[in-house]
């Protein structure tokens, strides 16, 4: 997806959490490992938590603030993307999956810290600020849960 504008990046941002929850689904029924199972079910259902949150960004930012251009960090510095596996989770463990998971959250995160730099107006900085915000909060959410289901 070339992203262009703030409205490119917060669907950009939707679908990803929209392909990982689908693919974390997926490999969920191919692991063999009953606790990786369980996390991989958390973890997809956390994920489209979070693509309905991203979606609620694009209803309620101001359309002049959705089509402001933004830089292009993205182009220079992408974020790794899903592995080419169909199932990239499916031989994973508790811990792989969990560094793996929170490793994309990072990378989400890492890029959105770069873009309030450039914002080109307030309003823009205001959205990322506040999609800054959620992204880091659900990180740490997921980090504390998957810490507790480990230590079960």
């Known amino acids: 997806m070339d992203i262009k504008t703030f409205a490119d990046l917060i669907d950009w941002t939707r679908q990803l959490h929209a392909h990982l929850a689908k693919c974390l689904a997926h ?6 490992n009953e606790r990786a199972r369980l996390l991989l079910d958390y973890l997809a259902d956390h994920e489209l938590k979070m693509e309905q949150m991203v979606a609620g960004f694009e209803q309620q930012a101001d359309p002049k603030t959705l089509h402001t251009y933004i830089s292009g960090y993205l182009s220079n510095h992408p974020i790794n993307k899903l592995q ?16 793996e998971v929170l490793d994309y959250h990072e990378q989400i995160i890492d890029l959105l810290r770069n873009l309030m730099g450039t914002a080109p107006i307030p309003e823009a900085k205001t959205l990322l600020d506040a999609l800054l915000d959620m992204e880091e909060h659900q990180a740490m959410l997921l980090a504390v849960q998957t810490g507790r289901m480990n230590d079960l």
């Open 27 to 32: 490999c969920s029924s191919q692991n063999e």
């Open 84 to 99: 080419a596996s169909e199932a990239p989770y499916a031989t994973l463990g508790f811990d792989d999956i969990c560094r």
